[in-house]
């Protein structure tokens, strides 16, 4: 797959060249607000922030959109916050449990 350029800087990022968040709430949500809504049902990325004493930085934050369908969710009351664990060894190893394709720029 080829990718344009002006974009190679930031397809190559590593963990070191971004803010790392060390909060992410996550939320149980169903696609059941329309009478036509599709069902759907899930686990959505509510929030990932990088928090520091009382200050907060948010780095992302979910529409409320069904990835599905994109009708409304609605946002149950199932909801968890995981924060960084020290060890971030990834479960599957780049280049011995899966082969790594070399990125083309057109």
Do not use: H
């Not at 899930?42 to 994109?70: F, H, M, R």
Request: aromatic share 10%.
């Amino acid at each position: 797959m080829c990718f344009p350029r002006k974009f190679k800087k930031r397809l190559e990022l590593k963990s070191t060249d971004v803010v790392l968040p060390n909060e992410v709430w996550v939320t149980y949500s169903v696609c059941g607000c329309d009478p036509d809504a599709c069902g759907w049902e899930g686990w959505i990325l509510e929030s990932a922030a990088k928090k520091s004493g009382k200050k907060k930085q948010q780095l992302y934050v979910l529409g409320d959109n069904c990835p599905q369908c994109g009708k409304n969710l609605f946002r149950t009351a199932a909801t968890l916050r995981f924060t960084v664990s020290k060890n971030q060894v990834p479960d599957l190893v780049p280049g011995v449990d899966y082969r790594v394709a070399r990125a083309k720029y057109i």
